[in-house]
Each structure stands twice: as structure tokens, then as C-alpha cells.
């Protein structure tokens, strides 16, 4: 409850300071927005900087499929003793 009652009394003390000191405050607005934008601007160009440097490394490695290796490789082995088991039997 104390909460409630000094969050308001914060909120009408500001509400009368905002209207009293309006113009100060459109100038510190003013002075804001600029440095705003050019720093959120600044973090845009580093981020897709970033981005773009991972798109390059992706495209310089092969591509790989290491999920079904495993079942590629059992395969051929298989695959490898059948040809063994009748190539003995024919030399037989």
C-alpha cells in the first residue's frame, strides 16, 4: 500500500514538474533523440556487420551431414563384407 501511494504522489509530482518545466524538457528531448539514434544506428551496422561475417564463414565451409554419417558408413561396411563373403566364395 505505501508502494501504491508514493508511486502516485511520484506520478503527480512529475506530471506538475513536466508541465512547468515543458520547454526544458522538449530541449533535453531534442538533445536526446539524435545521440539515441546515432548510437542504435551504430549498433545496427555492428550487429549486421556481424551477421554478415557468419554468412561468409558458412558459405567457406563444406557443407557437411553428420546426422546421417553414421548410418552411411555401417551401410557401406555392410555392404563391403557381403562383396567380400562372395568374392570367397567364387575364388572357392
Known amino acids: 500500500m505505501k508502494t ?3 508511486g502516485a504522489i511520484a506520478a503527480v509530482i512529475g506530471l506538475i514538474g513536466l508541465t512547468i518545466w515543458f520547454p526544458a524538457f522538449l530541449q533535453l ?3 536526446a533523440i539524435p545521440i539515441m539514434l546515432l548510437l542504435g544506428g551504430g ?3 555492428y550487429l549486421g556487420f556481424d551477421e554478415l561475417k557468419d554468412s561468409w564463414k558458412k558459405g567457406d565451409e563444406e557443407p ?3 546426422s546421417d554419417e553414421p548410418g552411411k558408413y555401417k551401410q557401406e561396411i555392410e555392404d563391403l563384407k557381403k562383396e567380400i563373403e562372395t568374392l570367397k ?3 572357392a
Open 4 to 6: 501504491l501511494i508514493g
Open 29 to 31: 528531448l531534442a538533445g
Open 43 to 45: 549498433l545496427a551496422i
Open 64 to 66: 557437411s551431414e553428420s
Open 89 to 91: 566364395t567364387e575364388k
